[in-house]
């Protein structure tokens, strides 16, 4: 008989070895992307928001199984799930709640460029692992430096 605990283990274990397939199978994506959004969390100067056209739930999920969590807090995932959501409702939600922020968009979305330009909001899309390379060194310049 399996106890909980043993459950609970085999299911972590089971959603690490799921967490390191998909790594690799995109070649480092999800690697890159953490480090893209711990240098950004370092930076003390930056938040990160998640906009996701699925429900909100999938959106946490997808968040939870891809060990971002400790990037996004919960005010900051956002869904467009509803039909009555859209992702400009949601940028000028946005832009109300952090009025003096900087904001710049990371999606390879082409309509989601055409909302940024029309909101005066910077865009970055990667193409592949190259650009996110880049985007890794890019977001290495927001943090401060070390006081000795």
């Not at 909980?4 to 995109?26: G, K, R, V």
Request: glycine content about 4%; hydrophobic content about 35%.
């Amino acid at each position: 008989r399996m106890r909980a605990y043993d459950h609970d283990n085999h299911l972590m274990d089971s959603i690490c070895q799921f967490w390191e397939d998909a790594d690799q199978f995109t070649n480092g994506w999800l690697t890159n992307t953490q480090e893209i959004l711990s240098n950004i969390a370092d930076s003390n100067r930056s938040i990160s928001v998640v906009i996701s056209r699925n429900h909100l739930i999938y959106a946490v999920s997808s968040i939870i199984i891809f060990n971002l969590k400790s990037y996004f807090p919960i005010d900051s995932i956002h869904s467009m799930g509803s039909p009555f959501h859209t992702l400009t409702d949601v940028l000028y939600h946005l832009k109300r709640r952090f009025q003096n922020a900087k904001s710049i968009m990371i999606s390879s979305e082409s309509c989601v460029e055409e909302i940024c330009k029309e909101m005066g909001m910077g865009i970055v899309k990667p193409r592949g692992i190259q650009d996110l390379k880049k985007l890794i060194i890019e977001t290495k310049k927001l943090q401060r430096p070390k006081v000795k």
